[in-house]
């Protein structure tokens, strides 16, 4: 197995998108792609000389409307989310310690809610990528007061990631100070929500937080609840 492997980036919503694919057969899997970049991700792949056979997303997003469903159209490509999500259009669903195979490379899914009730990460068992959406952030965890969120469980998520040994490399789903990636062991020393010596007072803290509402929630929720259909600038499944 050679491994492709791309970060993308959003700027519109600081989101990163990940390429991940195995060169001796060609097979690819992108994570969290935003639909404005349908296009780029094609090209991209299509440059790199592979076939995108999955579409994979760690949960349902608020901040952007998922490109999922325009690349399955375009592609073929299969589109899998959680099965805690409940989004009946998407091809299939993945549960807890599922693995997914691309070529050679296995992703192992795991459920880990407390940003939503639909979260997962990714790990990467051969090269020790942990693909983290908004579960863990660098120096950061994504917030727990919305779409189910809750910060007891986002605390036991929190917890099982930290049992990856430090040198496990951390990709998350955001940044928005310019960072693309860090490991476990510098978030173990360095990440404010990590250093709580209990889970009552990290709940406290989550709980005390005051976020505004993300700007485009009521458009982007709705509209990757039914996999972006878009009929007279109303979104349906």
């Keep these: 197995m050679s491994l492709i492997f791309r970060q993308l980036f959003d700027a519109s919503s600081s989101t990163f998108t990940y390429i991940v694919g195995d060169s001796s057969d ?13 296009e780029l991700y094609i090209r ?19 901040d952007h409307i998922s490109a999922g469903d325009t690349l399955r159209e375009s592609t073929g490509c299969a589109t899998r989310i959680g099965k805690e999500s409940k989004v009946n259009c998407s091809s299939g669903f993945f549960s807890d310690g599922e693995k997914l195979q691309i070529g ?22 051969s090269t020790k990528q942990l693909f983290t959406g908004d579960t863990l952030l660098i120096r950061g965890s994504g917030r727990t007061d919305f779409q189910n969120g809750s910060a007891v469980h986002a605390y036991k998520s929190l917890q099982r990631l930290l049992q990856c040994s430090d040198d496990t490399i951390v990709y998350p789903g955001h940044d928005y100070h310019g960072l693309t990636m860090s490991t476990i062991g510098e978030e173990r ?8 010596p209990n889970e009552q007072e990290f709940v406290s803290h989550m709980n005390s937080l005051n976020f505004p509402k993300p700007e485009r929630m009521d458009i982007a929720v709705p509209a990757n609840q039914a996999c972006g259909k878009i009929v007279n600038n109303n979104y349906i499944g």
């Design 26 to 38: 060609g097979s690819a899997c992108i994570i969290d792609p935003v639909r404005d970049n349908a």
């Design 44 to 62: 991209y792949v299509s440059q790199l000389q592979c076939r995108l056979l999955l579409s994979v997303e760690t949960h349902v997003h608020a």
């Design 104 to 125: 050679a490379i296995t992703l192992v899914c795991w459920y880990t809610p407390g940003h939503t009730e639909d979260s997962y990460c990714f790990y990467n068992e």
């Design 189 to 196: 020393m360095y990440n404010p929500r990590l250093q709580f």
